[in-house]
């Protein structure tokens, strides 16, 4: 079954923050987290795996509750190259093997 | 430089053609996927293939056919069975057993006339 991810889409101002949730009906094994522009392919920015972890890359930070088979990505002081499409994909305990992706949520950074 | 190369980036179809959308990979990696997106949707899983000569549907194969015949390559043909087959298309590959990240290729646009 397909993540949910909220919010479906969020505008912001340069500098700004924002959270993007990822929530599974299923216990999950990992978490990845993937950037789209528009007409391109996805872009890989991190991967969480069973363990509860939290990473971080530049600006952008992911959490991982096992428990709650949730994941959140946090944009910190966004700048306008972070717009664009983030889908979270989840791989399930005991199908670790492919993933499953949510809807997207639509970012758009306004200077 | 290592990727993925996905062709044609547009590919028209007529109705009841089979259509074949090549992808492959230099970067040595064991498992192939393909998805389907569709206007504000997320990815679809139509097959994937962790080794040579093995694939397995995803969740949903019908209307396509895939083979794996070489390790850096994994084409999808779309055949007339596929009702709805206009999408964009992406081919991604990973080192396998769902702890590495997927790197997608351009994805080719399908629209059938």
């Known amino acids: 079954q397909q993540p949910v991810q909220s919010p479906q889409a969020v505008i912001l101002r340069e500098g700004e923050d924002a959270v993007i949730n990822c929530s599974s009906s299923k216990a999950l094994y990992s978490v990845h987290w993937y950037r789209q522009k528009h007409g391109e392919a996805p872009v890989f920015l991190m991967i969480l795996l069973k363990g509860g972890e939290q990473k971080g890359h530049e600006k952008i930070s992911a959490s991982f509750n096992e428990k709650k088979q949730q994941s959140s990505l946090y944009l910190t002081a966004s700048q306008l190259s972070y717009s664009g499409t983030y889908f979270c994909?989840?791989?399930?305990?005991?199908?670790?093997?492919?993933?499953?992706f949510g809807s997207g949520t639509q970012l758009t950074v306004l200077p | 430089d290592g990727g993925i190369t996905q062709s044609p980036k547009y590919l028209f179809r007529k109705e009841g053609q089979n259509v074949t959308l090549s992808c492959e990979q230099n970067l040595n990696h064991d498992a192939m996927y393909w998805y389907r997106q569709d206007p504000g949707q997320g990815l679809r899983l139509i097959y994937y293939s962790q080794i040579v000569n093995d694939f397995q549907k995803g969740d949903i194969a019908e209307g396509y056919s895939v083979s794996r015949e070489k390790k850096e390559s994994f084409p999808l043909t779309v055949t007339s069975a596929q009702k709805n087959p206009t999408a964009f298309y992406l081919c991604?590959?990973?080192?396998?057993?769902?702890?590495?990240?997927?790197?997608f290729g351009s994805g080719t646009r399908l629209t059938v006339v």
């Open positions: 991604a590959s990973s080192l396998g057993q769902g702890v590495s990240g997927y790197t």
């Open positions: 994909g989840t791989g399930s305990s005991g199908s670790a093997r492919q993933l499953t």
